[in-house]
């Protein structure tokens, strides 16, 4: 089971900004970086964030990252109809030893 | 940049054996580990594991230890996941994936293997 807690849904109209959470423990958020996964329909995940906030080449500035302590948050701001999709945190465990992801969150443009 | 390809979608009886392949190709620190997700139908995605390619060492997630085995063979860079006997349960698609430049980041993905077991 999922070792992030994610809320399930979040919705927006286009050009809003909606903001998605994630809450771990000190095992994972609270020891290590968080990345952010955009997955749409059909297709496999896909690296939005890194390292708390960083853009891969070609993610928009719309989409921003950010961390503290034990709990992270990703913007999308100027909302679009493309980004409607599954988001998804995820980071390292020292308990685990392994990687964690959240519980996924369902962005709909209304 | 690193690609990841997969190979097709299965459908199999519940305790069938299946094997699934993920074929690396690209830059060099791809070479370090790959790991595997499971995506249920309508469920989160889920880490199972990953192995080192230098020398085959394993890490299981603890929910995955003892169901699945992944091995490797470095003569064409392929890793597999591989079920001894299949659960309805089992049903989903499964994706390879690697780092990138840093080493507790999944960069790249694979295609995603769907696998189907019927009971």
């Known amino acids: 089971q999922s070792v992030l807690t994610q809320p399930p849904s979040t919705s927006g109209t286009p050009g809003q900004t909606v903001a998605i959470s994630c809450s771990g423990t000190?095992?994972?958020?609270?020891?290590?970086?968080v990345n952010w996964y955009q997955q749409l329909p059909g297709t496999a995940p896909k690296l939005l964030i890194y390292?708390?906030?960083v853009r891969p080449s070609g993610v928009p500035e719309r989409f921003s990252g950010s961390k503290s302590g034990t709990a992270a948050s990703l913007a999308i701001s100027g909302l679009r109809s493309e980004d409607e999709a599954d988001y998804y945190c995820?980071?390292?465990?020292?308990?685990?030893?392994?990687?964690?992801f959240g519980t996924g969150t369902v962005v709909t443009v209304l | 940049e690193v690609q990841l390809v997969q190979s097709g979608a299965e459908v199999k009886q519940s305790g069938e054996s299946l094997k699934i392949s993920c074929k690396v190709s690209?830059?060099?620190?791809?070479?370090?580990?790959i790991g595997w997700v499971r995506h249920m139908p309508g469920k989160g995605l889920e880490w199972m594991g990953l192995?080192?390619?230098?020398?085959?060492?394993?890490r299981y997630s603890p929910s995955f230890q003892g169901q699945v085995t992944m091995s490797a063979d470095r003569s064409s860079d392929t890793v597999f996941l591989h079920w001894s006997s299949l659960k309805a349960s089992d049903t989903a698609i499964y994706y390879c994936?690697?780092?990138?430049?840093?080493?507790?980041?999944?960069?790249?993905w694979g295609q995603g293997t769907l696998v189907t077991v019927s009971s």
């Open positions: 995820a980071t390292w465990d020292d308990t685990l030893n392994g990687f964690v």
């Open positions: 690209g830059d060099t620190f791809a070479y370090s580990w």
């Open positions: 192995i080192y390619l230098g020398d085959s060492d394993t």
């Open positions: 994936a690697t780092r990138g430049n840093h080493d507790r980041v999944i960069a790249f």
């Open positions: 000190q095992s994972n958020l609270g020891s290590h970086t």
């Open positions: 390292s708390n906030a």
